[in-house]
């Protein structure tokens, strides 16, 4: 009988570090939850400024205009030629000459 007790006492023993050990793997793996989290939402904020920031340096404006054929023609073949989208190239245009 003596044995049966100490057997028992020993499983108690080990049944009592084992939770010990587990409630502090728990403590530590919801410490980490909280950082992961509190970096997340660090990073989330930051995301969303970036693009706030970003969609406010897009606000380019459209500009249509009419144009006689000839012009759109030659406006293409110099595109083509520079290898650059006509917008581009009449973007550059007009930058060059209102400077």
Not at 17 to 32: H, L, P, Q, S
Not at 41 to 59: D, G, I, L, N, P
Not at 65 to 83: D, F, H, Q, Y
């Amino acid at each position: 009988m003596t044995e049966t007790k100490e057997a028992e006492r020993e499983v108690r023993e080990i049944i009592k570090k084992a939770k010990t050990e587990a409630r502090e793997i728990v403590g530590n793996a919801r410490e980490k939850a909280r950082e992961i989290k509190k970096d997340a939402q660090k990073q989330a904020r930051e995301t969303k400024s970036k693009k706030e920031k970003a969609k406010k340096e897009k606000k380019d404006k459209f500009l249509h205009t009419r144009v006689p054929e000839e012009l759109e023609r030659k406006i293409k073949k110099k595109a083509e030629e520079m290898r650059v989208p006509v917008s581009i190239l009449i973007r550059n245009t007009l930058e060059d000459v209102f400077r």
